[in-house]
């Protein structure tokens, strides 16, 4: 088939590549010129494990192209897929879907035959018969366009895996015509078994929202147990592999640490949340309000946690950090957890020195005020405190035994619960992890590695000027 992919951002250039490489004739389009011209040399525009393979054979099979048109697009497609970005409006929790509506509006206006427009962008629920309306008020007499919602459930870190191998395809749509068009668009992936749900609209539009939230939620229960797990002198991760073993439940996101970030799951759950207040259900999805704050807690108590190993004060203190990017093989780091404590412990006097494996460039632009080392064990050097905030396998490799050589004490945050934190007390580091035990510290509600900050109950205190809270990234 010929399809377009509008927007070649982590799920466009993914999509577009993996469509070209299961045989479809592809034409990726973005207004960004220097994305699109690197993308055209085959060079992805940021790091995603197996996309440069991908690319390069998609390229060198002529079935894959890139443009800045939407002309050209409107041309060549019978299939658009539209994977721009929705983020979170500026002063609001809700999406912002100005790009998704630039998209409809600017094919409609060159549309001359029938086709089909699917999104994959993560959009509110009622977005499709809005985008159809719309559309129907913009395109020319004869083009015939539909719209379907196809919601993607991509990785950062195995995005062409998910690809490619899809552990469910969903759509949206109003027509049996749709319908078999992207029977068509998927025909390898369902003659490999992948099941594949056809569905209303809204329900395709719900189903990202709702893993979303129901990841987010799975992430910020097992952070919270980490707390009472601080407080009580109990093991978290004990805890999270006991849970694990019951079917119902399952270990998977029951990991316990930083909590999550990146450009996904803290703005759909404020989104989801404006649009059911929208809808007049908002008391139905509250609870997502605290898991929210849960997570955004866990930063706050990291920070805590490192004040109280350098005696309460980082004024004139060196801090190294192990980590810039919101996960693990990925260069991203929107809404960065890893960041966002770097950057508070600055704030607060700190020389604070990062190092990370792919996220150096970005996490540079994000935040300039601080020191970036291309090594860990520079960053490490004189450090008074290290924390490990992003838990890349080259920092299990770490030995700690010639770290403790380089820094200035051998205290270590590790705020993944990533790295064997026997190991590195055997190598003569005070070692402190979220949730669990540490041989120097006692049970009781003094427990929890909190500063003076920290409110009696044990939850930390915001820190003055740390931006540490909701942000729309």
Known sequence: ???????????????????????????????????????????????????????????????????????????????????????????????????????????????????????????????????????????????????????????????????????????????????????????????????????DPATAELVKVSANSFLATKISFINAMAEVCDAAGADVVTLADALGHDTRIGRRFLHAGLGFGGGCLPKDIRAFTARARELGVEEAVGFLGRVDEINLRQRRRTVDIARDLVGGDFTGRRIAVLGATFKPNSDDVRDSPALAVA?????????????????????????PELRYEAEPATACTGADVVLHLTEWSDYRELDPVKLARVVRCPRLVDARNHLDAGLWRASGWTVRALGRPSPALVPGPQRGGLSQGADRGGAAAPTEGAVLSRSPK
Request: aromatic fraction near 6%.
């Open 1 to 199: 088939m010929r399809m377009t992919v509008i927007g070649t951002g982590y799920l466009g250039a993914v999509h577009a590549a993996c469509m070209a490489d299961i045989g479809h004739e592809v034409l990726g389009v973005d207004v960004d010129a220097e994305k699109i011209r690197a993308l055209a040399e085959g060079r992805p525009p940021f790091f995603e494990p197996g996309l440069d393979e991908v690319l390069t054979r998609a390229m060198a099979s002529g079935r894959l192209r890139f443009t800045t048109s939407l002309s050209e697009a409107a041309a060549f497609g019978e299939v658009h897929f539209v994977c721009v970005g929705t983020p979170q409006q500026v002063g609001s929790d809700a999406a912002d879907l100005r790009y998704v509506d630039a998209v409809v509006d600017g094919l409609a206006a060159h549309l001359t035959s029938p086709c089909l427009i699917v999104g994959k962008s993560t959009v509110p629920v009622g977005t499709t018969p809005r985008l159809a309306a719309r559309l129907r008020a913009l395109a020319r007499p004869g083009a015939e366009a539909e719209i379907a919602w196809n919601p993607e459930f991509l990785r950062e870190g195995f995005a062409v895996e998910d690809t490619l191998r899809p552990d469910r395809i969903v759509v949206g749509v109003t027509s049996p015509r749709a319908d078999r068009t992207l029977r068509d668009v998927y025909a390898p992936m369902l003659a490999a078994g992948v099941p594949y749900l056809s569905t």
């Open 343 to 367: 950057a508070a412990i600055h704030r607060e006097g700190a020389e604070v020195r990062v190092h990370d494996p792919e996220g150096l460039h970005n996490a540079r632009r994000a935040h």
